[in-house]
């Protein structure tokens, strides 16, 4: 039996089918410690022996729910939310409600049987939850230095140069030191202001990575010595992958991570195009790693040299290469920091 999930935050919805994606059952419950437990009581009622749940991946609003299905002994799978539309639409019910996206969910894990599992691994989740506060607050210290921008542009046009470098401290108080000696007027209070909002968000931005550096290297040593690869974007990968075994190859990592490349050839022209699927928070992170390789690493630079000359590859379709082999890359150094994190875990101390 396969149960799909449509998870929200006040309620979740569950449409139960069968083996060929009939309609068995649904249940519609608040999004709460006790929901929880009357799904599981349904589910179980209604499916005695075997089932799986499959739910839709919105971060933290389905996070509740998975943990705890994971901890009953339940076996989960998580599907990505760009793909449930697509199987909507194919459906013959039309029209767009909950009943209908949770059985969307069902069909679409039931039709692909490979959707990597779900694992209890409480272990990550803290650094997943630092890097997502990072970020948040990298991108409020962004908004604000474009708004210190133009104040400072319309104060001065001639200090308006330096904003861009305001991530820097000696940067920031330089211009504070200027902006002081400047008239009194609004916009020099606002933008005095905001820059030291931008002080406070850096000394945050900065803890967070000296918390997470200690957490990293003594679970990722192998990850942490691939060549473009540091602290914060280990932590990003870790985050976002969590049990590396959940991926039962190479292959099936790359496809999670939208590296894999799609073919579009016909007759004699073999070609593959860009693949913009899977965890786009994953790809992002590949992304920058495959830039920093491209830039500084010997075997990185060779292989985007070979593919061009040798296969006529475009610079993008070489760097698509790249990004692919990279991928295979962490993923084996994921599985090695992982058997080697956990054998430390059972033995303990010496």
């Given at each position: 039996?396969?149960?799909?999930?449509?998870p929200h935050k006040?309620?979740?919805?569950?449409?139960?089918?069968?083996?060929?994606?009939?309609?068995?059952?649904?249940?519609?419950?608040?999004?709460?410690?006790?929901?929880?437990?009357?799904?599981?009581?349904?589910?179980?009622?209604?499916?005695?022996?075997?089932?799986?749940?499959?739910?839709?991946?919105?971060?933290?609003?389905?996070?509740?729910?998975?943990?705890?299905?994971?901890?009953?002994?339940?076996?989960?799978?998580?599907?990505?939310?760009?793909?449930?539309?697509?199987?909507?639409?194919?459906?013959?019910?039309?029209?767009?409600?909950?009943?209908?996206?949770?059985?969307?969910?069902?069909?679409?894990?039931?039709?692909?049987?490979?959707?990597?599992?779900?694992?209890?691994?409480?272990?990550?989740?803290?650094?997943?939850?630092?890097?997502?506060?990072?970020?948040?607050?990298?991108?409020?210290?962004?908004?604000?230095?474009?708004?210190?921008?133009?104040?400072?542009?319309?104060?001065?046009?001639?200090?308006?140069?330096?904003?861009?470098?305001?991530?820097?401290?000696?940067?920031?108080?330089?211009?504070?030191?200027?902006?002081?000696?400047?008239?009194?007027?609004?916009?020099?209070?606002?933008?005095?202001?905001?820059?030291?909002?931008?002080?406070?968000?850096?000394?945050?931005?900065?803890?967070?990575e000296k918390e997470?550096?200690?957490?990293?290297?003594?679970?990722?040593?192998?990850?942490?010595?691939?060549?473009?690869?540091?602290?914060?974007?280990?932590?990003?990968?870790?985050?976002?992958?969590?049990?590396?075994?959940?991926?039962?190859?190479?292959?099936?990592?790359?496809?999670?991570?939208?590296?894999?490349?799609?073919?579009?050839?016909s007759g004699n022209?073999?070609?593959?195009?860009?693949?913009?699927?899977?965890?786009?928070?994953?790809?992002?992170?590949?992304?920058?790693?495959?830039?920093?390789?491209?830039?500084?690493?010997?075997?990185?630079?060779?292989?985007?040299?070979?593919?061009?000359?040798?296969?006529?590859?475009?610079?993008?379709?070489?760097?698509?290469?790249?990004?692919?082999?990279?991928?295979?890359?962490?993923?084996?150094?994921?599985?090695?920091?992982?058997?080697?994190?956990?054998?430390?875990?059972?033995?303990?101390?010496?």
């Amino acid at each position: 039996m396969m149960i799909g999930i449509d998870p929200h935050k006040r309620t979740h919805t569950a449409v139960a089918v069968d083996e060929v994606g009939r309609k068995k059952g649904e249940r519609t419950v608040q999004a709460r410690d006790h929901g929880h437990i009357q799904l599981l009581a349904w589910a179980r009622k209604l499916a005695p022996e075997e089932r799986i749940w499959a739910v839709e991946d919105v971060r933290h609003v389905s996070g509740g729910l998975v943990r705890d299905l994971l901890a009953a002994g339940e076996m989960v799978v998580p599907v990505p939310p760009n793909r449930t539309a697509a199987e909507r639409r194919s459906g013959r019910e039309r029209g767009k409600s909950d009943p209908i996206d949770a059985m969307a969910i069902a069909r679409l894990a039931l039709r692909e049987p490979d959707l990597p599992t779900a694992r209890l691994d409480e272990q990550t989740r803290p650094i997943r939850l630092l890097v997502d506060h990072r970020e948040a607050l990298v991108a409020e210290r962004t908004r604000l230095i474009n708004r210190v921008l133009w104040l400072v542009h319309d104060l001065n046009p001639d200090m308006a140069a330096a904003v861009t470098k305001l991530k820097q401290v000696t940067t920031r108080r330089k211009l504070t030191m200027q902006l002081q000696a400047l008239p009194a007027t609004t916009a020099r209070r606002v933008a005095l202001a905001q820059i030291a909002l931008i002080d406070s968000l850096s000394i945050e931005i900065d803890a967070i990575e000296k918390e997470l550096k200690p957490l990293v290297q003594a679970r990722l040593p192998r990850l942490m010595a691939i060549v473009g690869v540091n602290v914060v974007s280990a932590a990003k990968l870790l985050g976002e992958v969590g049990d590396i075994t959940r991926f039962r190859s190479c292959a099936a990592f790359a496809r999670h991570n939208g590296t894999a490349p799609i073919p579009v050839w016909s007759g004699n022209d073999d070609r593959h195009r860009l693949n913009r699927g899977g965890n786009r928070q994953l790809n992002t992170t590949l992304h920058r790693i495959a830039i920093t390789q491209a830039r500084c690493h010997e075997g990185a630079r060779a292989l985007l040299k070979r593919r061009q000359e040798t296969t006529r590859d475009t610079a993008k379709g070489s760097f698509r290469v790249l990004k692919r082999h990279l991928s295979d890359v962490i993923y084996r150094a994921l599985v090695a920091d992982h058997y080697a994190h956990n054998n430390r875990t059972s033995t303990g101390p010496q």
